[in-house]
């Protein structure tokens, strides 16, 4: 069974770092890209951050650029983002989800972790 | 950044309802959108990719239809279970952007 399991969201500072972890289990890791994708509290969903297989590319959205931080580990089947100078906006529950990619096809989330929950007071 | 417009914002609806969400892109993105279900505190759940494919193991009373800018999502007959907001996505371009979500209520 493919799963995901998100751990290290908490209680964070304006102006604090946080370090999230993914773990992967059920699929081989490393032919997949990787994603984080946040949703506020009652809010909708927004993408942060992309990472390819080998993590040779990274991508974020604009309101994480130079503050977070995706990275992986293939021999863990770990993935992780590193926020830095959170602000109050950066709160919201954190998803860890594969990024499946098909040329001509498209690209789509699936499957996601149950996600871990980040404040920013 | 492509921006994503799901109408309507909810929707109020009874079991074994014919129920239609649509969602309209900024640009247009071709067949590349997708659409996830996503119950209340639980994590959101791949439906549809590619504007009109099922994802494996989804019910087949979904379906999905469009290109270009606009784009449905239709359940053929509302179940208790499909009680949820449905959101979609634009696998076109990154940032990948999402739809503001359509909750369906009863």
């Known amino acids: 069974e493919v799963q995901l399991v998100e751990s290290g969201g908490g209680l964070v500072q304006s102006g604090g770092s946080l370090r999230l972890s993914c773990a992967a289990s059920?699929?081989?890791?490393?032919?997949?890209?990787m994603s984080w994708v946040r949703q506020a509290p009652g809010k909708g969903l927004e993408w942060v951050a992309n990472?390819?297989?080998?993590?040779?590319?990274?991508y974020y959205v604009d309101s994480v650029k130079g503050r977070f931080t995706i990275s992986r580990d293939s021999a863990k089947n770990s993935l992780y983002l590193q926020m830095n100078s959170l602000r109050a906006e950066d709160t919201a529950l954190y998803y860890c989800?594969?990024?499946?990619?098909?040329?001509?096809?498209?690209?789509?989330?699936?499957?996601w972790g149950q996600g871990t929950l980040v404040t920013v007071s | 950044d492509i921006q994503m417009t799901q109408s309507p914002s909810s929707l109020s609806a009874s079991v074994g309802d014919r129920v239609t969400i649509t969602c309209r892109a900024s640009?247009?993105?071709?067949?590349?959108l997708n659409w996830y279900q996503q119950k209340p505190g639980k994590a959101p759940k791949l439906l549809i990719y590619?504007?009109?494919r099922l994802q494996s193991g989804v019910p087949s009373r979904f379906s999905g239809s469009g290109s270009g800018t606009d784009f449905t999502l239709t359940i053929s007959s509302l179940q208790p279970e499909d009680f949820a907001t449905y959101y979609c996505?634009?696998?076109?371009?990154?940032?990948?952007?999402f739809g503001q979500g359509t909750k369906v209520e009863i």
């Open positions: 989800a594969r990024f499946n990619r098909v040329a001509m096809i498209g690209n789509w989330f699936d499957p």
């Open positions: 059920g699929f081989t890791f490393s032919n997949y890209w």
């Open positions: 990472i390819k297989e080998d993590g040779s590319e990274k």
């Open positions: 640009q247009s993105i071709s067949s590349y």
């Open positions: 590619s504007a009109s």
């Open positions: 996505q634009q696998s076109y371009s990154s940032p990948w952007t």
